[in-house]
């Protein structure tokens, strides 16, 4: 984030202690304040072009991090994908190459190229790769419904891309331009003539400068991106090629072909396949208009015991992580059709209490919508706002809802005492908080062998669980004791991918977890009660301790999701070996790091001597805190599950670690080769 300084001209005052402050004074003229002679007409930046978007690519795409550098791909896709619904486009095409340069081709109707009205010097398709708010999503004469609306998404792409290049096939002719970091490299070429081709092809990559030297796309976040946008809309094929090196030892294939007419239904079935189910009946639909006004299709499916709910959003085939409008009018929906449902079955009384929240906490849906001028909350698109949404979706599901509860009584039955023992479980939980608020004093109860930290709030609050007593003394000794808390546990914890809910009941380390934490577990999780800002799993550097944090991780990620979507899960990086030479010594994290130090920091140095730490309980406490705990130098890495990854990284955390041997076996014999690769290294 920029300081003070930036947001105001580079001038602002800022107080400085005595000892620092200047002992000249500038000449301030009459009726002025300090600073005022340098803050003149001169220091105004007008940024022009696309710079705005090379200077604060935040504003644009929320970021320089992996996540923004895929962002680049959705801006792209979705262009295609707006001519794919618009009825022009029917087949696009997504190849990554050896050398990072990802290419989306589509055959429909190809970006104007004859020259453009206000700017008669430039072609249209000038004006559109290097403009801000240029496009033909403004109104609806050109496309009904669109993701692009603000006319700065391909031009992004542009200005943040080391080399772009565009070809379009238009009137059986082949036109091409190339751009470089949002400027154009050569005009507007005319390549000849082509009878059996039409559309538009854009060929990028991304700006070291802006990304890094490092930041490539990575090929299965592609892949499943192009096959979520191939569900939400039948009517399109998508291709996928990938240059087989870059893909090679993963699942990802190298050629693909996504099309799925049965839309989001197929979509969710693939999603929950495996998983308990309250009634095993999807509730799906779709509507082509809605008086005029919008299109949209669902699909919704409830999740049982020990499940924790999901709804996937899109609004014109935009992905919308954090909701919206949209949501809100299924919520309302499924809400008041339960409700009525009730009634109708003489249970209104029992239902009474049921809430959007008991209906949806464990529903796993997916939604589409197609609205003409959407309204987002930022440029990212994360928030659908626009509130004729929620009429458009209420209205359409709400119907639907209805004749579906009443052509499957069974299902109906099941899910209705499904949501109102939800709501009895919300209404327990309330009148305990109530009965602990109104005692006067009360003891926290928390596990014995938690060394927990003085600080009282949760904020800059940290807690270690650490692997074995051992390493746990050594961490009470390094930790500092106001804002971290230090949590042994005893080898390795259950594997909750495989166990019964009386086996976690019965499992005392996971219950000293519990209590430590204090926020509950699955849908009884209340993040307003966890007790630490940072949750930081600390296992030994080892095969071993891996196993541990993995165990760790999946009990987090089955029983607390919402701790790790919330940002709270972190893993600490020890280290693995102590290198030492005459008074100077560094620590290596693992094998290739120590190579990498030995022919750095101690280039042409002999007699070094190299220490291997077998675990954390042999480091002293000192070292421990310098390599680990201590926050100015430590490493931590953010477990974090991608809103576009949930399919994949459920099915993976399934086969690796649930009741199917077979499985893990199989996985093992899949990656069988690469395994020995790491063996002859």
């Known amino acids: 984030m920029a300081d003070s300084d930036d947001l105001f001209g580079g001038n602002a005052a800022r107080s400085l202690p005595e000892a620092e402050a200047p002992k000249a004074k500038a000449r301030v003229p009459a009726g002025g304040t300090p600073g005022e002679a340098g803050y003149t007409a001169a220091a105004i930046e007008v940024l022009e ?76 398709l000038e004006v559109i790769m290097t403009t801000l708010h240029a496009g033909g999503k403004f109104d609806s004469k050109v496309y009904e419904t669109s993701g692009g609306l603000h006319g700065v998404g391909i031009s992004v792409v542009n200005a943040l891309s080391d080399l772009l290049e565009v070809e379009v096939a238009r009137g059986q002719q082949l036109y091409r331009q190339v751009f470089s970091r949002g400027l154009p490299v050569t005009g507007l070429e005319t390549l000849g003539r082509v009878l059996n081709r039409r559309g538009t092809k854009v060929r990028f990559k991304p700006d070291a400068e802006i990304f890094g030297d490092k930041a490539r796309f990575d090929p299965a976040r592609l892949f499943r991106m192009a096959r979520s946008k191939a569900y939400l809309f039948g009517g399109v094929e998508i291709r996928w090629n990938c240059d087989p090196a870059l893909v090679a030892g993963t699942d990802v294939p190298a050629e693909a072909v996504f099309r799925f007419p049965g839309g989001l239904r197929d979509y969710l079935a693939r999603e929950i396949e495996g998983r308990n189910l309250v009634a095993d009946q999807i509730f799906s639909g779709k509507i082509d208009k809605d008086g005029g006004h919008g299109s949209l299709e669902w699909a919704v499916i409830w999740l049982g015991s020990g499940e924790d709910g999901f709804v996937n959003s899109y609004c014109n085939t935009i992905p919308t992580p954090e909701g919206g409008t949209h949501e809100q009018g299924l919520r309302i929906a499924l809400l008041r059709g339960l409700r009525d449902h009730a009634e109708r079955l003489g249970q209104a009384k029992r239902a009474a209490n049921v809430t959007g929240d008991d209906v949806m906490a464990t529903a796993a849906g ?27 979706v209420e209205n359409a599901v709400r119907d ?16 209705l005492d499904w949501v109102i023992e939800r709501a009895d479980e919300r209404l327990r939980r309330r009148a305990e908080k109530e009965v602990q608020r109104k005692t006067a004093v009360r003891k926290l109860r928390l596990p014995g062998k938690l060394a927990d930290c003085s600080n009282a709030g949760t904020a800059g609050s940290e807690l270690f669980i650490v692997e074995g007593d051992s390493a746990g003394g050594s961490a009470k000794q390094a930790r500092d004791r106001q804002t971290q808390a230090v949590l042994p546990l005893r080898g390795k914890i259950l594997n909750v991918a495989n166990a019964t809910r009386d086996k976690l009941a019965a499992n005392q380390q996971l219950q000293d977890l519990m209590q430590a934490l204090g926020c509950g577990t699955g849908t009884q999780y209340r993040p307003e009660d966890l007790r630490y800002e940072k ?80 675990g954390l309980g042999e480091m002293m406490p000192a070292q421990l805190k310098e390599t680990t705990m201590d926050r100015r130098k430590r490493t931590l890495l953010r477990v974090e599950v991608d809103s576009e990854d949930r399919l994949d990284t459920a099915a993976v955390v399934e086969r690796l670690m649930g009741n199917k041997p077979e499985a893990r076996f199989n996985f093992i014999q899949e990656r069988a080769e690469f395994a020995k690769e790491l063996v002859d290294l």
């Open 535 to 614: 949750v930081i799993i600390m296992t030994d550097a080892d095969v071993d301790g891996a196993h541990i944090a993995s165990l760790l991780i999946t009990y987090f990620y089955r029983q607390m999701p919402k701790l790790i979507d919330g940002g709270h899960l972190f893993l600490a990086v020890p280290p693995l070996y102590r290198l030492s030479h005459g008074g100077k010594t560094v620590y290596a994290r693992d094998d290739a790091h120590k190579d990498e130090l030995m022919k750095t920091v101690f280039k042409g140095k002999s007699n070094i001597e190299i220490g291997r730490f077998k």
């Open 49 to 124: 072009g696309l710079e705005p978007v090379r200077r604060r690519p935040g504003m644009y795409i929320g970021g320089t991090d992996e996540k923004a550098l895929h962002h680049l791909f959705a801006e792209v896709i979705d262009n295609s994908m707006d001519e794919a619904v618009a009825g022009h486009a029917t087949v696009i095409t997504v190849e990554l190459d050896a050398e990072g340069r990802l290419s989306v081709t589509d055959n429909g109707r190809g970006i104007p190229v004859d020259p453009h009205p206000k700017f008669p010097d430039k072609s249209a």
């Open 400 to 415: 639907a809802f209805d004749h579906w509860l009443a052509a499957s009584p069974s299902q109906a039955t099941k899910l």
């Open 366 to 392: 997916m939604l589409s919508v197609f609205i003409r001028e959407p309204e987002f909350q930022g440029q990212t698109k994360d928030k659908l706002a626009t509130l004729e949404a929620s009429r458009i």
